[in-house]
C-alpha cells in the first residue's frame, strides 16, 4: 500500500514538498491548505500572479504584532495596513508567502551555514546544501555556483536588458560610494551592488504553486485540499502521529505527517496538538503531548524601515518591475571588514516616490509567539521584537547615514528632488533612532519557532532532519526550524531545506 503522507500547509515548503514526495508513486500525497487553491496560473488571482505587486493583502491572515509603533507624520505607510501597528504579513493562499512575496531571490551565503554548523548542526554545511540550491533554480548565470533547469527561474533585469535609469544610477552611486558592482550578487562575493535577482518569469511571479504544483497536479497520488484549515494533529496513545484534523471535521490518517505551516503557523498546530510550553498548554486546557518550551521561541526576523524620497515624475519615467537593484554591506561602511548585515534596494512603489527599504540582515532581536485559545480562528499573539537589541538600532542608523550618503550622490541628482522621511533634519543620532522607532517595519522573514536541535538540547523542538523530538511520524519541514536565520531573503532557504527534506524522506539523500 502506498504510504498516506499529509503536508498541513501549500506555502514555500509545502508546495516543494508536495511536488517532489508525488514524483514517487509509492507515495500518495494531501496537501491541506488554509487559503485558495488555484491551480493553474489562469484562474490565479491577478495580484497573485503578477510580480509587479508588492505589499497587498488580499490574500493575508490578518496577523499583527504586539511591537507598538508610535504614531508620526510622515512615517511611511507602504504596506502597513493599520497606522500604529507593525503587521505581520503571511500569505494565506497556495503557494503561501511565495504567492505574495517580493520574489526577491537572493540566496543565503556560505557564512549563513557556517552559522548553522557552529551551532551544532553538522548536516547543515554549504558543501551539503549547495546541490540542493542549484536543484531548484534555473539561472542563466550558470556556472559552477548556479543551477540551470529547475523549477523556479530567475531573472535579473541589467543595463542591457530591462534595466530602468534609475536603477543604472543608483548601481553607479553605490560605486562612488565605494562600494563593489557585481553582475551576479548571488556569486561567490556577496557584498556590494548589482542587479536583483528575482524569481520571475514573463512578469509572473514564480511561487511554489507555479513553480513546482502547477506541473505535478495531474498525478494520481496528488491531492490539494484548498481552503481547509488544520485545527491539531491526533497521537497514538505510545505518541505516535496518526491523523490531522481539520476544522471542518475531517480526519486525515497519515503514515507520515508534515507540518508546513510556516513559523507562525506550524507551532500553532503544535501547541493545539499538545506540544508546546506545559504552562500555556495547561492555561489553554490543551491535554500535554510533550511539553517543550521552544515551541514559538526563538522568532528573528529582519527589521526594516523606509527611507522616501520625493522623485522627478518625468526623470524616473516608468516604475515597473518596481525592484531592479540591490546594495548589500557592512554597517560599518563600504571600506569596513565587518560582516555585510544591511541591504538597501531602490522600490518605486508610485510616480513620484522612491522608496529605500533598508533591511537589518543580522538581526540581535529576538521575538516570540503563542496561541491564545485552542480555536484555530483566533489570531496568535505575536511579538516580533524588532529593534529590542541596541545594536539592531544603532547598525539601522548607520545603515541610514549610507544610503543618504548614495541617495543625495551625484548620479541620482536629476531623479532625487527631496528626502521625506526621516527627512534632513534629522540628523543626530537620538533623532535618527526616534525615527527608527516611528518607521520600523517587519521585511516579513519570520523564522525559528520550531527550532532545530539535539534531542534534549533546551528549547530544540525538531532534529536536523525537521523530526519532530520525543513523538514518530511527525515532521516540521518550513521556515520555522531554521535555528538562525539567514542574512538574505529566507525563501529560497526554505526552498532547498524543503528540496533536502523531500529527498530524505524519499530515502535518496
Ligand atoms: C509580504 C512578504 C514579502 C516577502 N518577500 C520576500 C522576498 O522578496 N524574498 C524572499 O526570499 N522572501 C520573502 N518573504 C519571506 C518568504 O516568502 C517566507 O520566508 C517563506 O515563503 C516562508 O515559507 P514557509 O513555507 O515557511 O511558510 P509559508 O510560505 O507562509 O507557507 C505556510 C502555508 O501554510 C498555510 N497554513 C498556515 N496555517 C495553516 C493551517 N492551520 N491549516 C492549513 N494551512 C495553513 C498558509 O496559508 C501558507 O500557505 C516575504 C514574505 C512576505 C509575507
Known sequence: MARRIVICGG???????AARLSEDPANNVTLVEAGPDYPTAEETAPEVLDANRIGFTTHDWGYASSDGVREADGVPTFGVVEQGVVPVLRGKVIGGCSSVNGANALRPTPEDFARWTGLGHDRWSWDQVLPYLKKLEDDPAGGDLHGTGGPVRITRFTEDDGMRPVGSAFLEA???????VHEDVNGADRRGAG???LNRKDGVRQSTAIAYLAPARDRDNLTVLGERTVDRVEFTDDGTARAVLLTDGT????DLIVLAAGSIGSPSI??????????????????VVRSVEGVGRNLRDHSMVYVTYAVDEDAVGEITPPLQTVLAFPSGGAGSAG???????VLTPEPGVLLVPLVLYRPYSLGSMEITSRDPDAAPHIRLGLFDHPDDLHRMVSGIREVRKIMESG???KYVRAETWPGPDVTSDADLVRAVLQGKNTCCH???TCVMGGEGTPGAVVDQSGKVHGVEGLYVIDASIMPDIPAEPTNTTVMMMAERAADELRGRA
Open 339 to 345: 560582516e555585510v548585515d544591511l541591504h538597501a534596494v
Open 195 to 197: 542587479p536583483l535577482p
Open 11 to 17: 506555502g514555500s515548503a509545502g508546495g516543494v514538498l
Open 446 to 448: 519570520a523564522v525559528g
Open 270 to 287: 503544535l501547541m493545539r496538538s499538545g506540544i508546546g510550553p506545559g504552562r500555556l498548554l495547561d492555561e489553554l486546557s490543551i491535554p
Open 411 to 413: 548620479p541620482l541628482q
Open 174 to 180: 553605490c560605486a562612488q560610494a565605494g562600494h563593489p
Open 251 to 254: 480526519r486525515l490518517e497519515g
